[in-house]
């Protein structure tokens, strides 16, 4: 935890991870971050432990509630009632910040859409996480991370390696916490914005758009080389095999990364005990490697494997 965000309060009507786990980050940079729940129901995923869909069952506790809420304090409000917006709108006039992943219906029906908040507080830093984004016919459209972020953004077949045919399946909340920074990114670029020029903005961000903004290095080259598909590698390897996993004898994995390959091939034949490697014709240049790529990787692999990682 850090000071950075000391005396910036926030509002937080959110639920799930996406958005939370932005709270979370700020909360991590010393943000006074209040979290806003139903006092009966609470955030749904307070009951995905007792529900026995996650390892380790109740007795793990929700260890996904605790992720992205770390850090925070809550209160129970029912924001349908007139009891409990009375209470919002006094925690909104001494916020800097308001955080919500309600949709766009629902923020309108219990009135804490950006007019509503900013009735209350004209400068306050508006944040809305979305699935699909702010615009269009599926603004009003939920969604999770598998499904906007990696499914639906192309993150699951991108990291596809070539001896696969199907996607791959994701990890938990993993678009959830990057989207999560990235909000906590536009929330400091607002909040220095409004200090330095008097504007508070408005921030949108999407699970969707953050999947395809972690893919544009792949979309770039895609255009630049003039193909409908990203270049897949066998193993997880590019062309280059002085960058990936070779496994080594105590079964573990040591991940090469030796980018400038010209320059390190020398060396690393050299610790290797392989000095015969190094004027080989098939592996004297970048070039040759990459033609000869599988001979290569055969060679490493059978230095690795008689090692020990250690």
Same mark, same amino acid.
């Given at each position: 935890m850090t000071e950075t965000m000391r005396g910036i309060r926030v509002v937080e009507v959110a639920s799930w991870t996406f958005v939370p786990a932005a %709270? $979370?980050?700020? !909360?991590?940079?010393?943000?006074?971050v209040i979290k806003i729940e139903h006092p009966v129901t609470g955030d749904p995923q307070r009951g995905l432990a007792a529900l026995g869909v996650m390892p380790g069952g109740a007795s793990a506790g929700d260890f996904m509630m605790q992720v992205p809420n770390r850090g925070k304090r809550s209160v129970g409000l029912d924001l349908a009632s007139e009891a409990g917006r009375e209470i919002l709108r006094r925690l909104v006039a001494s916020a800097d910040v308001f955080l919500?992943?309600?949709l766009p219906s629902v923020r309108t029906k219990l009135r804490i859409d950006v007019?509503?908040?900013?009735?209350?507080?004209?400068?306050?830093?508006y944040v809305r996480g979305h699935g699909q984004g702010a615009h269009g016919?599926?603004?009003?459209?939920?969604?999770?991370?598998?499904?906007?972020?990696?499914?639906?953004a192309g993150m699951a077949d991108t990291l596809r390696p070539a001896e696969l045919?199907?996607?791959? %399946? $994701?990890?938990? !909340?993993?678009?959830?916490?990057?989207?999560?920074?990235?909000?906590?990114?536009?929330?400091?670029?607002?909040?220095?914005?409004r200090e330095r020029r008097g504007v508070a903005r408005v921030v949108d961000v999407s699970l969707l758009n953050t999947g395809m903004w972690q893919?544009?290095?792949?979309?770039?080259?895609?255009?630049?080389?003039?193909?409908?598909?990203?270049i897949r590698f066998g193993g997880g390897r590019g062309g280059n095999p002085?960058?990936?996993?070779?496994?080594?004898?105590?079964?573990?994995?040591?991940?090469?990364?030796?980018?400038?390959?010209?320059r390190f091939w020398p060396d690393l034949c050299t610790h290797l005990g392989r000095t015969d490697l190094i004027d080989d014709p098939r592996f004297a240049n970048a070039a040759v490697r990459a033609e000869h790529a599988a001979e290569c990787v055969?060679?490493?692999?059978?230095?690795?494997?008689?090692?020990?990682?250690d």
């Open positions: %709270g $979370a980050v700020l !909360a991590d940079w010393g943000a006074d919500t992943n309600m007019d509503d908040i900013r009735a209350d507080n004209p400068a306050i830093v016919p599926e603004a009003d459209k939920a969604a999770f991370d598998g499904t906007a972020y990696w499914a639906r045919t199907d996607p791959l %399946g $994701a990890r938990p !909340a993993i678009g959830d916490v990057m989207g999560g920074l990235t909000i906590a990114g536009g929330i400091a670029a607002a909040l220095f914005e893919l544009q290095a792949d979309v770039a080259m895609t255009g630049a080389l003039g193909i409908d598909d990203v002085l960058v990936g996993n070779y496994p080594t004898k105590d079964g573990r994995f040591l991940f090469l990364n030796l980018m400038q390959a010209d055969e060679e490493l692999g059978a230095i690795f494997t008689s090692r020990t990682l």
